[in-house]
């Protein structure tokens, strides 16, 4: 299968995934939206106007806009405490709710919200355990196969990319060996801008502006290279600045500098 082919198939993969996840998050949500409307029928009618009712994951919160700001600040929130967190059925509620000594009318009304919200707990909280994990249960299927499928398309797609980026560091490799790569200075750059390979622990070709392979070792696991780089310099004859072009052999360059000098700068080079 050819690059242009394998990112064809990674362009159909990604959008079947972003099908798949958009169900997933769509159920997500429809479970959610369900969560909160079968649990406002417990505490909706004990909250005051303002106040209001939200659902995330395994907690519910209520909330209340703060006086003179554009925040709606939790007032307590009441957490279903799954057996584990594989099958979201709650075995027991908790609550949790902030202190403080202000004794404002805000924080007054909602001390006698929080003791309503403890009263229908107290009489309540095993009907309300049912209902929650009735909800639970009617999506965990559909929501953990839906999972599932995204979880299994992710991995395709990251395991096709890992192909694409190897098929795409042969081809480069192919041309090195050829032809050899040329780098270029954009117009007004500095030869600074040009890439940098490491050659030895201890060496560094900064300024690479053309690299060819000629000859590979017979373990494959380094290379001889023809390197040519560019340094600015002062022509004191001129009274100019001047770029100098310098061509070494360095030999015997680890395979994996060379190929992480590819894949660095793969982005620059053309191959078609």
Not at 29 to 55: A, G, T, V
Not at 57 to 69: A, G
Request: proline share 0%; net charge negative; aromatic share 8%.
């Amino acid at each position: 299968m050819t690059i242009t082919e394998l990112n064809q198939k990674l362009e159909t993969l990604k959008e079947k995934c972003k099908f798949k996840n958009d169900v997933y998050l769509e159920l997500r949500n429809d479970k959610r939206k369900d969560l909160k409307l079968e649990l406002s029928k417990y505490f909706e009618k004990h909250l005051l106007e303002d106040m209001m009712m939200d659902i995330y994951d395994d907690v519910l919160y209520i909330k209340r806009k703060e006086v003179d700001r554009n925040y709606h600040k939790e007032l307590v929130s009441i957490y279903f405490r799954n057996v584990d967190y594989k099958t979201e059925i709650a075995k027991e509620i908790e609550t949790s709710f902030y202190s403080t000594t202000d004794n404002s009318q805000y924080e007054l009304e909602r001390m006698i919200v929080i003791g309503k919200i403890g009263q229908v707990l107290l009489e309540k909280s095993e009907e309300i355990l049912n209902t929650y994990n009735e909800i639970q249960s009617s999506y965990k299927d559909t929501l953990n196969n839906n999972s599932k499928l995204v979880w299994e398309l992710e991995d395709e797609i990251r395991e096709l990319k890992d192909d694409i980026k190897q098929a795409e560091l042969q081809q480069i490799k192919d041309v090195l060996r050829k032809d050899g790569l040329k780098f270029e200075v954009k117009e007004g750059d500095s030869v600074n801008t040009l890439p940098n390979i490491d050659v030895r622990f201890d060496c560094i070709r900064k300024n690479v502006a053309k690299i060819k392979m000629l000859n590979r070792t017979a373990s494959g696991k380094s290379a001889d290279l023809e390197i040519t780089t560019l340094k600015k310099m002062y022509d004191y004859e001129s009274g100019e600045y001047k770029i100098n072009e310098n061509t070494m052999i360095n030999q015997k360059v680890r395979m994996s500098n060379i190929d992480q000098f590819l894949l660095k700068y793969r982005d620059r080079i053309n191959v078609s």
